[in-house]
């Protein structure tokens, strides 16, 4: 992604280390908290993000240096020019180098309702990594907490994934 690893952990691993530092991971919100077991379980980055906060479409793509981030600890910043972000059509970064820094703009909260969770593997192997990560959490959704799920793997033949319109 063109920037220091060592400076710039992506979330599974900055998981692991908090995990090996400390014995335990944060308990944040019973979903997010999954995502997190998932993550570090696989060494995968995976993202829980609040779909009532997302305004419209949401797209990875390179940031333009004008997109909003709202930081987990409440900063207001701008990624630079050529960052790799989930961006709204309202010019909201919900998540910034890939999802390995996610936003407090869509991060999950007691009311929400809907989520998006994202994990994101590019290794060799990766495919049968992530679908065996969606399984697991399907899985965990249905005997957790009896909510329906969808699963689905993009690829670069088949990148995107239409959300049905949210009502209400």
């Known amino acids: 992604m063109g920037c220091p690893p ?25 979903l997010v908290d999954l995502g997190n077991a998932l993550s ?33 600890g409440g ?9 790799v972000i989930f961006a709204d059509q309202g010019g909201n970064a919900h998540a910034r180098r890939w999802c390995h820094r996610q936003s407090g703009t869509s991060a999950v909260r007691a009311g929400t309702t809907e989520v998006l969770v994202v994990v994101e593997a590019m290794h060799e192997g990766a495919a049968p990594t992530v679908r065996r990560m969606l399984d697991a959490l399907a899985a965990a959704l249905d005997e957790l907490w009896r909510v329906p ?14 959300v049905p319109v949210r009502t209400g």
């Open 149 to 162: 799920s969808r699963t689905a793997l993009l690829t670069a033949d088949a990148p995107e994934l239409a």
């Open 40 to 72: 570090v379980r696989c060494a995968v980055p995976v993202a829980v993000l609040d779909l009532a906060r997302i305004g419209d479409d949401l797209t990875v793509r390179p940031a333009d240096g004008t997109e909003s981030y709202l930081g987990l």
């Open 6 to 30: 060592t400076r710039y952990r992506c979330a599974a691993e900055s998981l692991l280390r908090r995990l090996r530092r400390d014995g335990d991971l944060p308990r944040l919100h019973p």
């Open 75 to 83: 900063d207001s910043e701008q990624p630079a020019p050529g960052e």
